[in-house]
């Protein structure tokens, strides 16, 4: 069997990739593949309040039609200068043109553009943060509701051309070079299937770190060591953050001459009506099970018998000895030994501490004002997972976000009056996989392979996975020689 273009893993790189091909270039034959479960058929347990089960080896928060997009949650969609090394990558003029395009591919399908907030900020808001040291980046950002979110997935999931085929709980296992073709397998539910094509197209995302990396490693490409962050994510009642997040729904701060290590706040889950914490699954990804934590912004969930939970995520940059590998391996094994690498939890007191958490789980959630957004946890020392640098970093840049937030709420209300009040929960990562050396067309270099979103390591989000995949569908279209 011969297609033109295998493009691996259906997230917003893959999806916008696969489309920009079928559109433009009329006639070639186009195969998604999908290792994870169909669009409908992802449910979390950790959602429904129940332990992390892993999903039979393969996380359904991280793979299966939508990639990182999950049917049934919240998106924002952050604009650039979000992911500004895109800019660096692209040049301005076309990083600019991509961005809108893969925002246009993203919104189409929505009854109506959505709004874009986190520009054009008050002077209110712009003092409060001025007041603490802080500059707020400003760039646009929608919040797609769950509803508009799986609008967009429905319609993403319900485009059909005939020269687009869409294969899930298909992935692949294996690809080589065969002249300037390539020989690709896929294990598929009906056992291995071979397909030879002119174009392979890697946009694997989370689900596909290791794999991805051996793939490349067997073809002789050179990764790039990442820029890993560690961090935290604070999670408290939903009111504290809403007003920060009505004003900037993707709040990001970055902190380098106030602390120690460079620091940024990350993935914010404000608004007024809060926002919800994840647990991503690597699986076996890293020779153990890991899992880390992520977030997503609400908008239509009832609160219960107490008030909803909002959150936001907090790194650190890591400098520490050794090699990238070296320092990977550092933390997961402290993970590991910390906890047998499941999320955990301390009250911001004893996180700020850095003392024992003297509360079981369920007593440190019960004794919060708000219902904490997961159930699936245990207290143990997050702090230990930090060097005291990094922790140091990580406390000052806290006391100078919430400090502002709190500033700018106008609530009264000091960093300290919220030490009860805030779970610390963790870790939290950024890049633990290598960086992919793509040309501006998000191609290798002699290989007629394409590295798009997550799995380049170049930026992250779901615009920014998006502007990568229709870059690399314009290069395929318009026919660039390999
Ligand atoms: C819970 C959560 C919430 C997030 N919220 C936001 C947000 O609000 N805004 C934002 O901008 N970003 C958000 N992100 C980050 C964003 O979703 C990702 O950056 C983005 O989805 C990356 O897109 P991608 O296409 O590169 O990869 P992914 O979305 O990760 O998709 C990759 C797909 O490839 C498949 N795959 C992997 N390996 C193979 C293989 N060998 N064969 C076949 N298929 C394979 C996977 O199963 C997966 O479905 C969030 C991430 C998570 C986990």
Request: charged fraction near 20%.
């Amino acid at each position: 069997m011969f297609v033109d273009v295998v493009v691996v893993g259906a997230g917003p790189g893959g999806l916008a990739c696969a489309q920009t091909v079928v559109r433009q270039a009329l006639g070639r034959r186009v195969l998604l593949l999908e290792a994870g479960r169909g669009l409908r058929n992802r449910p979390c347990p950790v959602d429904r309040g129940l332990r992390c089960t892993g999903c039979a080896g393969i996380c359904n928060v991280i793979s299966g039609f939508g990639g990182c997009m999950h049917y049934g949650d919240g998106v924002k969609l952050s604009l650039l200068p979000s992911g500004r090394r895109l800019i660096d990558h692209f040049g301005e003029e076309r990083a600019g043109e991509l961005c809108e395009r893969a925002f246009q591919f993203l919104t189409a399908p929505l009854a109506e553009r959505p709004v874009l907030h986190g520009t054009s900020l008050g002077a209110p808001v712009i003092k409060a943060f001025a007041g603490n040291g802080l500059a707020i980046r400003e760039y646009p950002v929608a919040v797609l509701g769950e509803t508009q979110v799986r609008d967009m997935l429905t319609a993403l999931h319900g485009f059909r051309d005939d020269a687009l085929a869409v294969w899930e709980k298909s992935e692949l296992v294996a690809a080589s070079l065969n002249g300037d073709r390539l020989t690709v397998t896929a294990a598929t539910p009906g056992g291995p299937v071979t397909v030879e094509t002119a174009h392979l197209v890697l946009a694997t995302g989370r689900h596909g770190v290791t794999s991805t990396q051996n793939l490349l490693t067997g073809f002789r490409v050179e990764t790039i060591a990442p820029d890993m962050s560690l961090g935290v994510r604070f999670e408290t009642r939903a009111e504290v953050l809403a007003a920060i997040g009505v004003e900037h729904p993707d709040l990001k701060i970055t902190q380098l001459e106030q602390v120690d290590r460079k620091t940024k706040t990350f993935c914010f889950c404000g608004g007024p009506n809060g926002g919800r914490i994840k647990f991503t699954n690597y699986q076996r990804s890293f020779g153990r099970e890991v899992i880390t934590l992520d977030g997503h912004e609400t908008t239509e969930r009832g609160p219960g018998a107490r008030p909803l939970a909002a959150n936001f995520g907090l790194l650190c940059q890591l400098a520490r000895p050794g090699t990238s590998t070296e320092v990977r391996a550092e933390i997961l094994s402290d993970y590991w030994r910390l906890s047998g690498g499941r999320p955990v939890a301390q009250s911001l007191r004893a996180f700020m501490a850095r003392t024992a958490e003297p509360r079981s789980w369920p007593e440190l959630a019960a004794a919060v004002t708000f219902e904490p957004s997961v159930k699936d946890l245990s207290t143990a020392r997050l702090d230990n997972l930090f060097t005291g640098g990094e922790h140091a970093s990580l406390i000052e840049s806290f006391r100078r976000v919430m400090g502002s937030i709190l500033d700018h709420a106008g609530a009264g209300m000091s960093v300290e009056d919220l030490a009860d009040d805030v779970l610390v929960i963790g870790p939290e990562v950024e890049f633990l996989w290598d960086r992919v050396p793509v040309d501006e067309d998000c191609k290798l270099s002699g290989l007629p392979i394409f590295v798009v979103g997550d799995a380049a390591g170049i930026a992250q989000g779901v615009v920014q996975a998006a502007m990568m995949g229709v870059a690399a569908g314009d290069a395929i279209a318009n026919g660039k020689p390999a």
